[in-house]
C-alpha cells in the first residue's frame, strides 16, 4: 500500500520539478525582468518606479529599441546585423551635416534614411545574392560605413542643427520624450509586419529552414535582401533620432548599440516557445538592459562592474536560448 | 554563373576605381611619404612621425601640422597613422626606423603603448621627441611637451569653488576615463582636490566612462540616473574632457536642474555650450599649436647641433575657457 503512494509522491514531486525547470526556461528572461525591477526598487523604493526615474529608463533605452528591432528582423532570417550601429552614427552624420551646410530638415532626415536603405540593400546583396556570411559581410560593410562616417563629419562632431530637429530627440509630449513615442510607434509596426504580414510570414520560414521555405516556393533571397534592407533604413532613423537626442553627431556615436541590439534579441529569444527572434521578446530584452544600467548607476555601482554583470546576462540569456532549441 | 561572375566582376570594378578615386585621401596604416611635393631637402634629415589618435579632432591637425612644417623645412617624413590600433601601428613605425630615420617623433600616444617602438628606436640609436605623450617623465623620450594637469585641474575646480562660492560640504561628481593617460591623472587629481577642500564626491569615487566613443552618452545616463535618485544632490559635475562634459550638462539641463559643469579640451561645442547660459560653466584650452612649435625647435635644434633637449619632460600652463573670453578662443577641434 505504501508503495504505490511513495511512487505517486515521487511522480508529482518529480513531474513538479519538470515543470518548475520548464517554466523557468520558457519565462525565464520575463522572471529576471521582474526580479531586476523588485531587486532594484526593494534596493531604493523612493527612486525606482518614481515617474522621472521610469521615464528616464524609457528615454534611455528608446534608440536601442529602435535599433534592436532593426536587429530582430535579420535575426528573424536567421542572419545578423554587424552594421547597425554604423549605419545609425552615418545616417546621424548626413543629417546633421545637411543640415548644418542648409538643407531643409525633411529633405535632410529622407536622405540620411536613404543612406541607411542603400547600405541595408548593400548587406542583402551580399549575403542573399552574393552568399557571403553575414558575419563577413556586416563586418566589411561596418568598417566601410565607419570610415564613410568618418569622411562626412571630418573627424569632428557635427552640432549646430536647427532647433525644430533637435526636438525630435529632446522635446516632449505629455511630459514624455518624443523618442520614447517613436520607439512604440516603430515597435508596433514591426510586430504587426511580423505577425500579420506575408512578408513577416515569409521572414520567420527562411529563419526556421531556409530550404524548406524555397522548396514551399517561397524566394528566399529576396525575403532575406528585404530583410537587411528594412535594417538598413530603420537603424538610420534610430540614428537620426540619436542626432536629434544629443543635439550632436560623430562618427561613432552610439557604437554599443550594435552589441545591446543583438544581446537585446537573444534575451528575447527565450521568451516565446519556439525560441525564435520576436519583437515582444526584443522588447523585454531592451528592457532588461534598460533596468539594469538605470539601477546599477542608482545603486552606484562601478561601470566595470556594470559591464562585467551585462556580459554575464548575454551568456545567461544565450544559454537559455540554447537550451530552449536543445527542448525543441 | 555568368550573372554572378557579372557582378563580381562589377563588384571588383567599382572597388578598383573608388581605391583610385580615394588614392588621395583617408588615413593609411602602412608609413606614408609626407615630402609629397616638397623641393628636395637640402640636407636629408629623415623623420618618422605617428600618432594613434588621426581619428581625433587633434590627431588629425596635428597630423596636417607636421606634414606642413616637413615641408617647410625639409624633412624627409614618413607619417604613420594608427587609427588607435597599436597592433597595426607598432610594426608600421619600427619597419619605418629600420629603414633608416635620424628621429622618431609622437604624436598624442602613450609610452606605455609603445614599448616596441621606444625599444626599436633605442637599438637604432635614435631619439623620440613627443607631444602629450604621457603624464610623467620618462626615459622613453629626449623630450616630451604636455600640458599641466595640476594646472588644469587647479584652474577648472576653480571656476567651479568660484560659481558654487566654495567647494565645502558640496556634492560634486568627477567623471573619468582610465585608459586615457591624461583623463585618469586629472581625474584623480580632482578627486584628491576636491576631498582636500571638503566636498563630497558624488556616488563615493571617480564615475568611470568605458568609451570615448560613448562618453557623451555614458556621462548624460550617469548623471540623470544620479538626480533620478538624488534631485538635489548635485552641485557640480568635474569632467575630465568636452565630449563626456556636454552629455552631464545636457542631463543636467534637461533635469532643471542647478549644478554646473566643467570639461577639458576646449572644442567648439563646448565654447558655444559655455556661451548658451547652460549648465556647461567652463574648459581648459591645452595650447597645442605652441606646443608643436615648442618640439620643432627641439628637434630642429637637434638636427643643426645635435644637441638633445636639457629635460626630458615639459609641461605648459593651459588657459581657462570661460563665459569671460569663450568668443576670443580658437576651438581645438578647429585648428586647422
Not at chain 1, 107 to 112: D, F, G, L, S
Not at chain 1, 229 to 251: F, H, N
Not at chain 2, 202 to 215: L, M, R, Y
Request: aromatic share 6%; net charge negative.
Amino acid at each position: 500500500m505504501n508503495t504505490p503512494q511513495t511512487k505517486s509522491t515521487a511522480s508529482i514531486a518529480v513531474g513538479g520539478a519538470k515543470s518548475a525547470g520548464r517554466w523557468m526556461l520558457q519565462g525565464g528572461t520575463v522572471v529576471a525582468l521582474v526580479l531586476l525591477i523588485i531587486f532594484f526598487f526593494a534596493m531604493r523604493p523612493d527612486v525606482f518606479l518614481s515617474f522621472t526615474n521610469v521615464r528616464n529608463i524609457l528615454y534611455q533605452v528608446s534608440i536601442l529599441a529602435i535599433i534592436a528591432g532593426a536587429q530582430t528582423i535579420v535575426m528573424v532570417v536567421g542572419d545578423f546585423d554587424l552594421s547597425v550601429g554604423a549605419t545609425s552614427a552615418l545616417a546621424g552624420a548626413v543629417a546633421a551635416a545637411m543640415m548644418i551646410g542648409g538643407t531643409p530638415i525633411p529633405i535632410a532626415i529622407i536622405v540620411a534614411l536613404l543612406v541607411g536603405l542603400v547600405i541595408g540593400l548593400v548587406n542583402g546583396v551580399l549575403i542573399a545574392y552574393l552568399k557571403l556570411s553575414a558575419f563577413v559581410a556586416t563586418l566589411a560593410t561596418m568598417t566601410s560605413v565607419v570610415g564613410l562616417a568618418f569622411l562626412v563629419t571630418n573627424g569632428t562632431t557635427l552640432f549646430n542643427m536647427p532647433e525644430a530637429f533637435n526636438q525630435l530627440g529632446q522635446g516632449r509630449m505629455m511630459d514624455i520624450p518624443i523618442p520614447v513615442f517613436i520607439a512604440i510607434i516603430i515597435s508596433l509596426i514591426l510586430w504587426f509586419i511580423l505577425r500579420f504580414t506575408t512578408i513577416g510570414r515569409r521572414w520567420y520560414a527562411t529563419g526556421g529552414s531556409a530550404e524548406v521555405s524555397r522548396l514551399s516556393g517561397i524566394n528566399i533571397k529576396r525575403a532575406r535582401l528585404i530583410a537587411f534592407t528594412a535594417a538598413g533604413l530603420i537603424s538610420a532613423l534610430g540614428g537620426i533620432i540619436l542626432a536629434a537626442r544629443l543635439g550632436s553627431a560623430s562618427a561613432v556615436q552610439g557604437e554599443d548599440n550594435m552589441m545591446f541590439s543583438v544581446a537585446a534579441v537573444f534575451l528575447g529569444m527565450t521568451v516565446i516557445r519556439s525560441g525564435a527572434a520576436n519583437l515582444g521578446g526584443t522588447m523585454v530584452g531592451v528592457a532588461i538592459i534598460g533596468v539594469m544600467s538605470n539601477g546599477l548607476n542608482i545603486l552606484g555601482v562601478n561601470a566595470y562592474v556594470q559591464q562585467v554583470v551585462t556580459g554575464l546576462i548575454i551568456i545567461a540569456a544565450v544559454t537559455l536560448s540554447s537550451l530552449r532549441h536543445k527542448e525543441r | 554563373m555568368r550573372s554572378k561572375i557579372t557582378a563580381l566582376g562589377a563588384l571588383a570594378v567599382a572597388a578598383a576605381l573608388t581605391l583610385a578615386g580615394c588614392s588621395n585621401g583617408g588615413s593609411t596604416p602602412a608609413p606614408t611619404n609626407g615630402g609629397g611635393d616638397a623641393p628636395a631637402p637640402s640636407e636629408d634629415f629623415k623623420v618618422v612621425a605617428f600618432t594613434s589618435g588621426n581619428q581625433t579632432p587633434v590627431g588629425a591637425w596635428w597630423v596636417k601640422a607636421v606634414t606642413e612644417k616637413a615641408e617647410e623645412l625639409g624633412w624627409d617624413l614618413t607619417m604613420v597613422q594608427g587609427d588607435f590600433d597599436f597592433q597595426k601601428m607598432n610594426p608600421a613605425v619600427e619597419s619605418a626606423i629600420g629603414q633608416g630615420a635620424d628621429i622618431v617623433f609622437d604624436g598624442y600616444t602613450d609610452y606605455a603603448s609603445i614599448g616596441s617602438i621606444v625599444t626599436a628606436a633605442k637599438d637604432a640609436g635614435i631619439p623620440i621627441f613627443a607631444i602629450d605623450s604621457g603624464t610623467e617623465p620618462t626615459d622613453a623620450f629626449v623630450v616630451n611637451v604636455t600640458t599641466d594637469q595640476q594646472v588644469l585641474v587647479d584652474q577648472t575646480l576653480g571656476a567651479i569653488s568660484e560659481a558654487l562660492g566654495g567647494l565645502e560640504g558640496k556634492n560634486v561628481m568627477v567623471i573619468g576615463h582610465d585608459p586615457h593617460a591624461g583623463i585618469r591623472m586629472r581625474a584623480s587629481l580632482a578627486e584628491a582636490d576636491l576631498k582636500a577642500a571638503g566636498a563630497n564626491i558624488a556616488g563615493g569615487s571617480i564615475q568611470k566612462v568605458q568609451s570615448p566613443a560613448t562618453g557623451r552618452t555614458e556621462a548624460l545616463t550617469l548623471v540623470a540616473d544620479y538626480l533620478a535618485a538624488n534631485p538635489n544632490g548635485l552641485d557640480a559635475v568635474w569632467v575630465g574632457w568636452d565630449d563626456a562634459a556636454l552629455g552631464a550638462a545636457q542631463a543636467i539641463n534637461e533635469a532643471g536642474a542647478k549644478a554646473v559643469v566643467t570639461g577639458s579640451d576646449a572644442v567648439a561645442e563646448a565654447i558655444a555650450g559655455i556661451l548658451s547660459d547652460g549648465a556647461f560653466l567652463a574648459t581648459s584650452m591645452q595650447p597645442w599649436p605652441e606646443v608643436l612649435d615648442m618640439v620643432i625647435a627641439d628637434i630642429e635644434e637637434y638636427r643643426a647641433t645635435g644637441t638633445l633637449p636639457s629635460t626630458n619632460f615639459v609641461a605648459v600652463e593651459p588657459t581657462l575657457v570661460d563665459a569671460s573670453n569663450a568668443k576670443d578662443i580658437t576651438p581645438s577641434d578647429q585648428l586647422g
